[in-house]
């Protein structure tokens, strides 16, 4: 079933108190309606609480920004899914290019976080995403047809319906500069595409792949207004809610 999601990525931003408070205050104003999601995607400290603190709300999930890949060990400063799994944490944001670049992590270990991910019964967001020099030079697509190829596309179809999939281009992320709409369609309706050629169109069509990179207010209805764009993963708007309630109405408008 193809969702509409507006997921906020916090990245490592908010005391405690701040993100409680920001959980509350999106508690208090509109809900995805349907199928359709809010996650939240609060670091490390919030988890537990923001889990409890949604826990009667039936369209929000708290998702993680990592996660091992091992079960347990001896991994200094690492969260098992186990763990996640064992707190209620119902998502966990994977392959996003901060991880990629700051912190070196490669298609093959994305790919086994996937697949621990899905094991433990929680939803990957698998995030996916070219540089500006690989755009400029126009082989965007090809690069992201890689990223898919070693991330997920070794996955079972069964476990492969249970991922979402967040198209982030870096050079729009955190920049202020957005992919246009034509743009995010494309590369949308390209992925799409590709999944039909591996798993088939059912599959492709049940999957939710969501925009991001300088989401805003502004921009949200035009782009989730796209056919294969469905919602967005919001970074630095995602940290008020001024800037991240109208963002849930763009998306509960293309309901
Ligand atoms: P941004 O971040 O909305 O601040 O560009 C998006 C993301 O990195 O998920």
Redesign the pocket.
């Known amino acids: 079933m193809r969702s509409k999601i507006a997921a906020g990525?916090w990245?490592m931003n908010k005391t405690y108190s701040e993100g409680m408070e920001l959980v509350e205050a999106l508690k208090n104003g509109p809900q995805a309606g349907g199928d359709d999601w809010v996650i939240l995607g609060t670091p490390a400290i919030h988890l537990k609480d923001a889990v409890t603190a949604t826990q009667d709300m039936p369209r929000m999930k708290v998702a993680a920004q990592n996660c091992h890949y091992e079960a347990s060990g001896a991994f200094t400063g690492e969260l098992s899914v186990s763990m996640l799994q064992s707190i209620g944490v119902q998502c966990v944001i994977l392959g996003?290019?901060?991880r990629r670049q700051y912190f070196k992590e490669t298609d093959e270990v994305i790919a086994k976080k996937v697949k621990a991910v899905i094991d433990g019964g929680l939803t990957p967001i698998f995030?996916c995403g070219e540089p500006l020099h690989i755009r400029e030079e126009g082989w965007h697509v090809r690069f992201v047809k890689g990223q898919l190829e070693k991330g997920i596309f070794g996955l079972s179809a069964e476990d492969f319906s249970k991922l979402v999939i967040?198209y982030?281009p870096i050079w729009?992320?955190?920049?202020g500069v957005t992919a246009s709409t034509e743009q995010a369609q494309e590369m949308h309706g390209e992925l799409r595409k590709l999944i039909a050629d591996k798993y088939g169109a059912e599959m492709a069509d049940a999957t939710s792949i969501l925009y991001?990179?300088?989401?805003?207010p502004s921009n949200a209805a035009a782009l989730f207004s796209q056919p294969d764009v469905d919602g967005g993963?919001?970074?630095?708007?995602?940290l008020k809610a001024e800037t991240f309630i109208p963002i849930i109405e763009a998306m509960n408008d293309q309901a």
């Open positions: 990525n990245k996003h290019s901060e995030c967040a982030e729009a992320i955190g920049t991001g990179g300088s989401v805003k993963l919001v970074g630095g708007a995602s």
